[in-house]
């Protein structure tokens, strides 16, 4: 069988689900505090002492990723949050509410089961509910849960879906006028560190980006057409990758990072060459968007690297994770 033009080739899937597997081999690690952030099952945060018992340490709220969909749960970063919670970091892994079989287009009237052949991407607007309170009522639960985590040096780390979900976390200042999750001053945090994330909605889009997970994210309907001037909000080329659809655009002006700057935030992305799950495309159009905005992100790729070794405490590229967190936390 021959590989589609720009499709990944043999070699590469290969590498990539080998990268998975090690990734996902980890048993889960038993946190040493949960705490609801809320009455939902999936508002809750898993707490991670240092395991060298200072005081003082930073906080890493963690954010997993898994294209916003039910199957992947904290569970599968619990590793890394012990991996991080060895090299002295207070780790806080949020849940929060993602899409599943019944709901799968984010429209209202759509009929549960209809039109998805598994899991919907994110709950429209649950997941965004929740990442927004979680982050909200961090500061406390975490003074609370972990007396050793000092709560004034907080940084936002998330993996794909959920890197997507740390850079919108520390953008909610510059959401649109009128937006529920609108803050009225920079959050305080010491920084963001984007692990491959879904950062730029319009490359992400337009390189079908696990499965189109962002367009179900966004409640779009695949194949529809531009309509006139729907992409005004976002810019043509946001409009144009979203199909025109006006549900979507309108949702995506106040979801997608990429237009959502500046921030005034310390940002850095860490992003894998060989990543064929999120090409690293995908940073990079963030990057330049940030750039055009007055803004300096820093972007780390690693060669020879995935998506999954980043969240794979056997691989090295976790100690760059470890070291691009020390870098702002401390």
Not at 12 to 17: I, L
Not at 136 to 165: K, N, Q, T
Not at 286 to 309: I, K, M, N, Q, W
Request: net charge negative; glycine share 12%.
């Amino acid at each position: 069988m021959t590989d589609l033009p720009g499709s990944p080739d043999s070699a590469a899937r290969e590498r990539d689900a080998a990268e998975s597997a090690s990734a996902f081999a980890h048993p889960a690690v038993a946190p040493d505090r949960t705490a609801a952030y809320g009455d939902h099952p999936d508002q809750v945060v898993d707490f991670y002492a240092p395991r060298d018992g200072r005081t003082g340490a930073p906080l890493v709220v963690l954010l997993h990723g898994g294209a916003w969909r039910s199957p992947y749960d904290r569970a599968h970063v619990s590793p890394l949050a012990d991996f991080l919670a060895r090299r002295g970091f207070a780790v806080a892994n949020v849940e929060y509410r993602r899409g599943g079989d019944d709901i799968p287009r984010q429209r209202a009237g759509a009929e549960p089961g209809a039109g998805s052949a598994g899991p919907v991407a994110g709950r429209w607007p649950e997941t965004f509910d929740d990442v927004a309170a979680a982050l909200d009522a961090m500061p406390a639960l975490a003074s609370r849960e972990l007396p050793g985590a000092d709560v004034r040096r907080i940084v936002v780390s998330g993996h794909s879906a959920g890197g997507h979900l740390a850079l919108w976390a520390a953008a909610r200042h510059v959401l649109p006028e009128g937006s529920p999750w609108r803050l009225p001053a920079p959050p305080s945090l010491r920084g963001v560190v984007a692990l491959a994330p879904i950062a730029d909605f319009a490359t992400a889009v337009g390189l079908g980006v696990c499965g189109g997970a962002v367009t179900q994210l966004l409640g779009g309907e695949a194949g529809s057409v531009l309509d006139g001037d729907a992409g005004a909000v976002l810019g043509a080329d946001a409009g144009s990758a979203l199909g025109g659809d006006a549900v979507a655009v309108e949702r995506a002006a106040h979801a997608d990072p990429g237009v959502l700057l500046p921030t005034g935030i310390a940002t850095a992305i860490v992003h894998g060459v060989e990543d064929i799950v999120v090409p690293p495309a995908v940073s990079e159009a963030y990057v330049d968007a940030a750039a055009r905005s007055g803004e300096t992100v820093g972007l780390t790729l690693l060669g020879g690297v995935g998506h999954f070794p980043l969240i794979d405490p056997s691989a090295d590229a976790c100690a760059v994770v470890a070291e691009e967190l020390a870098q702002l936390a401390w």
